[in-house]
């Protein structure tokens, strides 16, 4: 497997993703071949939604008050935190561990990095479509049969830094059911599912960075995955919560608590 970063321009509000990459390739010299996959991070696909929105323009609740000062964060910010996010869970300094759109993050993805100053970046509202979108008009345009994941950063529970975290596929399973292969001493596995779409997501946000690289599209070559047509999202990957180790340790917790009150 081969993984090339593409450096692009400075990605404006209202830009086409898809014009974005296929320039990008061009200056690099890179020819797409098919079953190739390009790996794309969801700022600038939320650039193209116009999600960018300017702190000053947000009135905070005293709800959000409280969440800024218990977590001390910008009023504004913790305002669109209590927006955007399905649920929040508590947190840490500056940042808030929530679920959104079946994914356990902080902030509910909001991000101020790469973004002009005194404003942030919301989630893409459609990562699906926008892979789907991305993947018709690279057909259309090169006639070359590529994959798109939505990529983002994200955090692992105890360990120090970001990964990459898929948030959409388009164009190959996202997850390898391995339940009932045997290993080498001949054992069947019994829980053990791959991750392929984070793994791929993390190999792409090592050379795509977190500050000023500029570089938000890695194309990935050889990669060992099931191609197909499907178009998945959050849903397709998310572990239900009653057989995820982390939220159902959550849920446990939270009802012990309940029976002591």
Not at 64 to 89: G, N, T, V
Not at 104 to 123: H, R, S
Not at 220 to 245: K, L, Q
Request: hydrophobic share 40%.
């Amino acid at each position: 497997m081969r993984l090339y970063p593409l450096q692009t321009r400075v990605v404006r509000p209202g830009d086409d993703p898809a014009s974005v990459i296929l320039e990008a390739l061009k200056e690099q010299n890179l020819h797409l071949r098919d079953n190739d996959i390009l790996a794309i991070t969801s700022k600038i696909i939320a650039y193209a939604e116009n999600r960018l929105i300017r702190l000053s323009d947000i009135s905070p609740s005293e709800k959000a008050k409280a969440l800024a000062r218990r977590y001390s964060l910008q009023p504004e910010f913790a305002e669109l935190i209590l927006q955007e996010a399905d649920k929040i869970y508590g947190g840490v300094e500056k940042a808030v561990l929530t679920l959104k759109d079946n994914v356990l993050t902080a902030n509910a993805g909001i991000d101020n990095k790469n973004a002009p100053i005194g404003y942030v970046v919301l989630w893409t509202r459609e990562p699906q479509k926008w892979a789907r979108c991305i993947r018709e008009e690279i057909k259309q345009k090169t006639g070359k049969r590529v994959a798109v994941l939505v990529t983002d950063s994200g955090l692992m529970p105890l360990k120090k830094g970001t990964v990459g975290l898929a948030l959409a596929v388009a164009g190959f399973k996202p997850v390898k059911d391995q339940r009932g292969e045997e290993d080498i001493y001949g054992k069947p596995l019994v829980i053990t599912q791959l991750a392929v779409a984070d793994s791929l997501a993390s190999a792409a946000h090592l050379l795509m960075g977190e500050s000023a690289e500029k570089t938000p599209v890695v194309l990935i070559r050889d990669a060992p995955v099931e191609f197909d047509d499907g178009v998945y999202g959050s849903a397709d990957m998310m572990m239900p919560f009653d057989e995820c180790i982390f939220m159902g340790t959550f849920g446990q917790s939270e009802k012990r608590e309940r029976k002591q009150t």
